[in-house]
């Protein structure tokens, strides 16, 4: 059984940063991909970024590009999302999920997924 487990979520002004981290239980990480998604109240779940397995390529969503930066450390078997110029439009709660194989930009993609993390942006 694969247990994901996302830490770092808070409460933030505009502008600010936080760093989002996603444990990874079980499983074997170094060749799974990962992905960061987010869910406000009354939207349905959106992607917000995504990171390979052996290259490490990345991939994210047009309203974070350039403001969001995931990484990841094998081994560590963690992921982080690094989240800067916040906005109280990225106010949501954040999840992380794994799959086999190369990155994805859809949920339904993913095999597991962690609790979530709520982030806060107040203007």
């Known amino acids: 059984q694969v247990r994901l487990v996302e830490s770092g979520g808070g409460l933030v002004q505009a502008g600010g940063s936080l760093r989002l981290s996603c444990g990874v239980f079980?499983?074997?990480?170094?060749?799974?991909?990962m992905g960061w998604f987010r869910q406000a109240p009354g939207k349905e779940r959106e992607f917000v970024a995504t990171?390979?397995?052996?290259?490490?390529?990345?991939s994210y969503a047009d309203s974070v590009k350039g403001r969001f930066t995931i990484s990841r450390d094998n081994a560590k078997n963690t992921v982080y999302l690094q989240m800067n110029s916040l906005k109280p439009e990225d106010t949501a709660v954040y999840y992380c999920a794994i799959r086999p194989g190369v990155r994805s930009t859809h949920p339904n993609e993913y095999n597991y997924w962690g609790q979530g993390t709520q982030v806060t942006v107040s203007s």
């Open positions: 079980g499983g074997t990480f170094r060749y799974n991909a």
């Open positions: 990171i390979g397995a052996t290259d490490s390529s990345t």
